[in-house]
């Protein structure tokens, strides 16, 4: 059993949501649109057909959201401010409603002794900004210093804590190479594109914010999976693993691009390719829920990028109602391989780690006895790694609408009713708030 005491006294316990995952208000109050709320109004993007229109609507719920959170004895939340919704047009004018519920959201949390982390970029691009090229035009480092000028001017007096940006992997990845996510596009040399840029936008967001101010506790949240294979394919692993990992953290680590994907970098983004890359981040994200299993293509395969593709996860794991393999020796692996690759001084917070169901509620009550085990297990692996591991973030606070997969996975520690929007909170959140209150 998992103790509180089997890590410091410092170490940070917190949960986590994002923007479009639960605000709702897609058009309220002079808020600009965002490239997923252009993304889901495609048909079939979206596995039930859904969208972030209503979500949780913690616009207007947030206050309950924040109650919840207190009487859990929650002392550290992350979430992410919509871009759009402080800029409509990404880097004109300043919208002042947007600017006051985030100003109202932070001084609530603080009022009830939350610290808050904000995510500055949780996938939500003003659509504005896509409309330019989005991630692949190299003037994004720009607009996003704008942002981060606004962010300081308006929240920097009691933000402290910064995830620069949410998975640069996935936003370009799924976002610009295989448009499962928005803007929807499928290309290689988008991807290289995207990548590039976004890596450049986390190290020069991260050295103007200190130059505004020096005390910032800034980061930037990367998927952590441990890549495997059942087929004895090391070359489509290194492939993968790239794609999904190192084409990202090699750079902020190293400054430099894995062996396998330096050439095509090299060619896709000829203008910017000397730019410094590695960043001394305060900390990194990680965020772990499972191994993924990868497979090299073949000609006629249907899907492929790079000569790779996911290949089912084998059947010997537990898996989550999404079916990702439940495997915390993964994560001890993965943290260990980390650790040979880069050393072991960049602190490591846990920004995302948790597991969906398809929880219900019976008698007001949601027994989500395979969530606490799932969390249990993994903490019991980054105990083990006090040096380095200095927080960990469940995701997530309330069950949320999961992108490409709507609402049907259940993140939450606290169930939501779509059609009422009522909370109810789950058995693993009075589990986690005995553990974290012990
Ligand atoms: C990573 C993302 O940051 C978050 O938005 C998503 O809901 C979770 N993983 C689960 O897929």
């Known amino acids: 059993m998992v103790k509180k005491s089997d890590f410091s006294d410092k170490f940070i316990w917190g949960s986590a949501i994002a923007a479009y995952q639960t605000e709702g208000a897609h ?12 993304f889901c109004q495609q048909e079939g993007v979206i596995c039930d057909g859904t969208d972030g229109k209503v979500a949780c609507d913690s616009y207007h719920l947030y206050e309950t959201d924040i109650r919840l959170m207190a009487e859990m004895g929650l002392k550290n939340f992350r979430f992410s401010i919509c871009w759009p919704r402080i800029i409509p047009d990404g880097t004109g004018e300043v919208n002042e409603k947007g600017i006051d519920f985030y100003s109202r959201y932070i001084d609530t949390l603080l009022a009830n002794g939350i610290e808050p982390w904000v995510t500055l970029y949780h996938w939500d691009l003003p659509q504005a900004l896509q409309d330019k090229g989005g991630w692949e035009n190299p003037e994004c480092v720009e607009w996003f210093k704008y942002y981060c000028q606004v962010f300081h001017d308006h929240f920097g007096d009691r933000v402290k804590n910064i995830v620069i940006f949410n998975e640069p992997s996935i936003s370009s990845f799924f976002g610009y190479g295989t448009g499962f996510h928005a803007p929807g596009i499928k290309s290689e040399q988008a991807y290289l594109r995207a990548a590039h840029n976004i890596n450049r936008t986390i190290h020069d967001a991260y050295f103007f914010l200190k130059s505004l101010k020096a005390d910032y506790h800034l980061g930037a949240s990367y998927t952590t999976p441990l890549i495997k294979t059942a087929f004895d394919d090391q070359k489509a692993v ?61 000609e006629n395969d249907e899907y492929s990028f790079f000569g790779v593709w996911f290949s089912e996860t084998p059947d010997t794991f537990d898996k989550t109602s999404m079916g990702w393999g439940i495997s915390p020796e993964s994560l001890e692996e993965f943290i260990n391989d980390f650790h040979a690759r880069y050393g072991k001084e960049m602190p490591i917070i846990v920004t995302e780690n948790g597991c969906a ?12 006895d395979l969530r606490i085990d799932y969390v249990e297990k993994h903490l019991e692996i980054f105990a083990k790694y006090s040096d380095t591991v200095k927080g960990y973030f469940y995701w997530s606070l ?16 606290i169930h939501v009713d779509y059609e009422s929007l009522v909370r109810t909170p789950k058995k693993s959140y009075f589990w986690y708030r005995d553990l974290i209150s012990e």
């Open 238 to 298: 290194e492939i993968f693993d790239s794609l999904w990992n190192r084409n990202y953290l090699d750079p902020v680590m190293t400054g430099e691009y894995p062996d396998v994907f330096k050439d095509a970098f090299k060619e896709a983004n000829p203008d910017t390719i000397g730019a410094e890359l590695k960043t001394p981040l305060d900390f990194i994200g990680f965020q772990y829920y499972s191994p993924i299993y990868t497979k090299a293509t073949k």
């Open 27 to 38: 058009d309220k109050d002079g808020k600009g649109e965002s490239i997923w709320d252009r």
């Open 398 to 413: 309330l069950d949320n609408f999961e992108w490409a997969d709507g609402y049907g996975p259940r993140f939450g520690l």
């Open 357 to 368: 169901y398809e929880d219900k509620v019976t008698d007001g009550k949601v027994n989500d």
